[in-house]
């Protein structure tokens, strides 16, 4: 089991401290000149790349830092987190997620979902069909037989509404139309980043809804803490806090059974080489997903508080990065289909495992197995889920 009761009330701290309008309340908030100029933060990102026009709204870059040497860049094409630069083992700074330094290498990418808010179901339903109060529902297959990450326009392909009330947190907001992807119902969600003073990165999720649908928000981050540009990640070292993970058929579908991970190449309870048991010759599931890709059953599920799903240190630079979120499963994939295509920010092609994601949701295919968590969102209720992806140096 990963402790983490004293680290999370220390992170809530300092999450609570960037928040805006607890610092306008007791007069700290930090001005603009204090902060560093975005170029000193990502040398490789210019604003001036970012400002465009996509379905007639216009693009931007915005960059969130503290006083601690970190510093995030997101784009409101897509929601997604561009760079997240942290310090090092020898307090170097280290851009720990891959991305790319023009807007329009994310619309013209190979690979749709690097950095990007993911919905408006993200991981995969089943045949792109499920059903509501006794109507079926049909939305667009993009994976084969099966809908992937909201379909054929998900999140990641729309602009949204920004608005940065300090230099450590951003706010974005999107319509999703009722119909849009074939999905139910007008939802309205607002996406709070917010980048705390002991470099943590939070990422809240809200959204309401005007007719029973089904939700479930996440980002699609891919993370090298070694850096950008830096080779495989199956050196890294990798812990997730789940005695079960959910198996899947040939096209990546959950086959609704809860199967331990104990004695299989999954069990990630201890912190083990994310390389150490991939060979896919001869275990069907990794065979399945060409390696990890697959959602993790987090011991620890209670909605309302953050708990630690998992751990990953960088071998060569010592970052270590701790997940928290609110909610029930993990999806860690291994970057299997990273194929060479893309060039990113630093100038390297987006080679195979290079980078790998950890993303917090409710398990794939929920509207068509009874037995997972429900995604079903009705109106007047609020859906509310929060996620941290936390950083420091290993010994210290």
Same mark, same amino acid.
């Given at each position: 089991m990963i402790k983490a009761k004293i680290f999370i009330g220390a992170c809530l701290m300092a999450i609570m401290a960037c928040n805006p309008g607890v610092r306008e309340q007791e007069g700290e908030?930090? @001005?603009?000149?204090? &902060? #560093?100029?975005?170029?000193?933060? #990502?040398?490789?990102?210019e604003h001036k790349n970012f400002e465009d026009s996509i379905d007639g709204k216009p693009t931007a870059l915005y960059i969130l830092k503290n006083k601690a040497g970190a510093c995030a860049a997101v784009t409101n094409y897509g929601g997604r987190l561009v760079s997240l630069v942290v310090p090092g083992k020898d307090g170097k700074p280290v851009d720990v997620v891959v991305g790319f330094k023009d807007v329009q290498d994310y619309v013209s990418s190979t690979e749709p979902y690097f950095g990007a808010t993911i919905g408006r179901v993200g991981n995969r339903i089943a045949k792109g069909k499920f059903s509501l109060d006794g109507k079926t529902y049909t939305l667009f297959t993009n994976n084969g037989p099966n809908t992937l990450h909201g379909g054929k326009k998900g999140y990641q392909d729309v602009v949204w509404d920004a608005s940065q009330p300090n230099d450590s947190t951003l706010q974005l907001k999107y319509?999703?139309?009722?119909?849009?992807? /074939?999905?139910? /119902?007008?939802?309205?969600?607002? #996406?709070?980043?917010? %980048?705390?003073?002991?470099? &943590?990165?939070?990422?809240?999720?809200? &959204?309401?809804?005007d007719q029973k649908t089904v939700v479930n928000l996440t980002n699609h981050a891919f993370f090298n803490l070694n850096g950008e540009? @830096? /080779?495989?990640?199956?050196?890294?070292?990798?812990?997730?806090?789940?005695?079960?993970?959910?198996?899947?058929?040939?096209?990546?579908?959950?086959?609704?059974? %809860?199967?331990?991970?104990?004695?299989?190449?999954?069990?990630?309870?201890?912190?083990? &080489?994310i390389g150490k048991r991939i060979d896919t010759v001869n275990n069907l599931q990794l065979k399945n997903g060409r390696g990890y890709d697959h959602n993790f059953v987090l011991n620890e599920n209670d909605p309302t508080t953050l708990h630690e799903a998992a751990e990953a240190t960088g071998d060569k630079s010592g970052i270590v990065m701790k997940v928290y979120t609110t909610e029930p499963g993990l999806q860690f994939y291994g970057g299997n289909f990273m194929q060479g295509k893309n060039t990113f920010k630093s100038g390297v092609k987006d080679d195979f495992r290079t980078a790998f994601c950890l993303e917090t949701q409710h398990f794939p295919d929920a509207p068509n197995q009874k037995n997972f968590p429900s995604i079903v969102l009705e109106p007047g209720k609020v859906y509310?889920?929060?996620?941290?992806?936390a950083f420091s140096v290993s010994g210290k």
């Open positions: 908030q930090e @001005s603009v000149s204090d &902060a #560093v100029a975005p170029d000193a933060c #990502v040398p490789s990102l319509l999703s139309k009722d119909g849009e992807e /074939g999905f139910p /119902g007008n939802l309205d969600i607002t #996406v709070l980043y917010t %980048l705390a003073a002991n470099n &943590a990165l939070k990422i809240d999720y809200h &959204a309401t809804t540009g @830096s /080779g495989t990640i199956n050196d890294h070292l990798l812990q997730i806090n789940a005695d079960k993970y959910t198996p899947v058929d040939a096209t990546l579908i959950p086959t609704g059974q %809860l199967e331990p991970v104990e004695g299989t190449p999954f069990d990630f309870r201890q912190p083990t &080489a509310k889920t929060s996620t941290v992806y």
